[in-house]
């Protein structure tokens, strides 16, 4: 199982030293307001590098345009990471995404879950499969993370990860998709991807588009 480095700083901490541009107060589910961090300002790709690792090496063109990061098809992956500090635990994720080109995943989000990570693939297996990988040694299409999307192309899809001390919980648009409790469950990612920590964005055979890339830490519940 891949192991992310131990953070010794806290997440709330490592949020601040994210070289990124502050955003706008939301308030949360509890109805707290919490500052987002765009990791993505609209023109650049500063903060990120494209992988050229394993699956990644004939990658596709990693490009701006209009706003959005166009991740183009690769044979068979794209993808990129960032470079700087990431929380691992107690943080929120979000960023709008669309599948631009092709018929497989548009965005697997490489995320970490404390000393572990895990993948959230939108669109997998040919097209529909959405879920984490892997849990407990099976993969997204295989463990009870998985569900069935209909992704309709060049659409914009509002994407949402939160990773607490005690879930992993997952939007698609307002319809939550995943709240998976982490007792008693090991988690891992696929070597292939290992490339895109400690967090990154990837597509197969795919050309996907991200815009609104964003973090923010949150308060576990109690």
């Known amino acids: 199982m891949p192991i992310i ?17 502050g955003g706008a107060a939301e308030p949360d589910e509890s109805g707290e307001k919490t500052a987002w961090k765009n990791l993505f300002d609209g023109k650049t790709l500063g ?10 090496k004939k990658h596709g063109r990693v490009r701006v345009e209009k706003g959005r990061v166009l991740l183009e098809k690769g044979s068979p992956a794209t993808g990129m990471r960032w470079k700087g500090k990431f929380p691992t635990v107690n943080y929120e994720v979000a960023l709008e995404g669309m599948r631009v080109d092709g018929q497989d ?5 490489t995320f970490p879950v404390g000393d ?6 939108l669109g997998g297996w040919g097209g529909e499969v959405v879920g984490l990988s892997s849990i407990d040694g099976e993969p997204a299409v295989e463990n009870q993370t998985c569900q069935y999307v209909e992704f309709e192309q060049k659409k914009w899809y509002r994407i949402r990860l939160r990773v607490t001390e005690k879930n992993v919980s997952a939007w698609i648009d307002d319809r939550k998709i995943i ?25 197969w055979h795919t050309t996907g588009a991200l815009r609104n890339i964003r973090v923010k830490a949150v308060e576990q519940r109690k």
């Open 105 to 109: 995943f548009f965005c697997g989000m």
């Open 179 to 203: 709240d998976l409790a982490r007792e008693e469950h090991q988690f891992s990612i696929y070597w292939e991807v290992d490339p895109c920590l400690p967090f990154g964005i990837a597509t």
């Open 5 to 21: 480095p131990n953070r010794v700083l806290a997440p709330f901490l490592l949020l601040t030293l994210l070289p990124c541009v």
């Open 47 to 56: 903060g990120w590098e494209v992988i050229e690792k394993y699956d990644f």
């Open 116 to 121: 572990d990570a895990l993948t959230l693939v």
